[in-house]
């Protein structure tokens, strides 16, 4: 059973960075597509960004495209989003999924993920 734990949500000020991580065990994430969502209070679950087995990249959402940065290591069996230039609005928590297929999923339905990690929190405030 693929298994996923996400890591490295915190507080950044209005224009910083941070590095999300997405660490899978259970099953080698070589053939799956891992897609990052993010949920924001009162809204509905969003897919951000998707990056295939061979790592190309599908971006679900056009105010990411210049700063977030998606990236897999499947030798530590890891995915990572690097996000950019912060806005309040990326304000949310953050998961990653994947949905048993090797390239990127349209549309990308949460319903669609089995495997979903436990979220972390990204508060973008001054």
């Known amino acids: 059973q693929l298994q996923l734990v996400e890591s490295g949500g915190g507080l950044v000020q209005p224009g910083g960075s941070l590095t999300l991580s997405c660490a899978a065990s259970g099953y080698p994430i070589t053939n799956y597509a891992i897609t990052w969502f993010r949920q924001a209070p009162g809204k509905e679950r969003e897919a951000v960004l998707c990056i295939t087995g061979l790592s190309g990249r599908t971006d679900y959402t056009d105010s990411v495209k210049d700063r977030f940065i998606i990236s897999r290591d499947n030798a530590k069996n890891t995915v990572s989003l690097q996000m950019n230039s912060l806005k309040p609005e990326d304000t949310a928590v953050y998961y990653c999924?994947?949905?048993?297929?090797?390239?990127?999923?349209?549309?990308?339905?949460?319903?669609?993920?089995?495997?979903w990690g436990q979220g972390t929190q990204v508060t973008v405030s001054s």
């Open positions: 999924a994947a949905d048993g297929y090797y390239f990127c999923s349209s549309p990308p339905a949460p319903r669609r993920y089995d495997h």
